[in-house]
């Protein structure tokens, strides 16, 4: 019996061999995928997290504090200033730092902390004075009744308070507003510090005057 050969296929070995792999491949039940390479542009700033404090904060004068801004879902302290008299009393020292911090919060965030996700819902002209005759001697009333605030605004005043020298010395805070209301005494908690918009800060009503 006489064999015979079959001609080459010349020009065809280069694409013969990658074509039967696919196809055994894909009787394989193995789907070739292709490897992304266009990732987007790498983020140009960690939000909530700031580089370094603002130029204008490190340079202004006074009192260093801290107050407690809104970033995501939750509160974030950052460095302030505010101006005290050196010859104010103790109790009419509290007030100003207390008006001082409020200032401060009601401030817009500077570009920087505005880039990094930070807000403010404390807004402008909140005032805020010494006890009433009857108060505790602690109370500061604000012009602005507590209940009266957002939940995140309310969140911000005592957790800015309670880490000031308008707080006691546990850290909670006593407020009232500008009707005859009882003060209340409030306290920042890790809860209301996670999750403002969820968690009012706890209170109670003060009684003693």
Known sequence: MTVRRLPA???TAGWAVPAVLALLLTGCGIRATEVPTDFGPAPSR???SLSEPDAAQRSAPGVPVRVFLLCGSSLVAVDRTVR???AAADSGRRVLVAQGLLDELTEQPSAAEKQAGYTTDVRDGITVSGPRPGDPEDTLRLGT??????????????CTFSDSAAAEGDGSVVLAGPSDGPARRYSCTDEVRARPGSNEPPSTEVTDG
């Open 9 to 11: 296929l010349r020009g």
């Open 46 to 48: 960690v939000r909530c």
């Open 84 to 86: 005290v008299p050196e």
């Open 145 to 158: 009744a507590p209940d009266d605030l957002t939940s995140y605004a309310l969140a911000q005043v005592v």
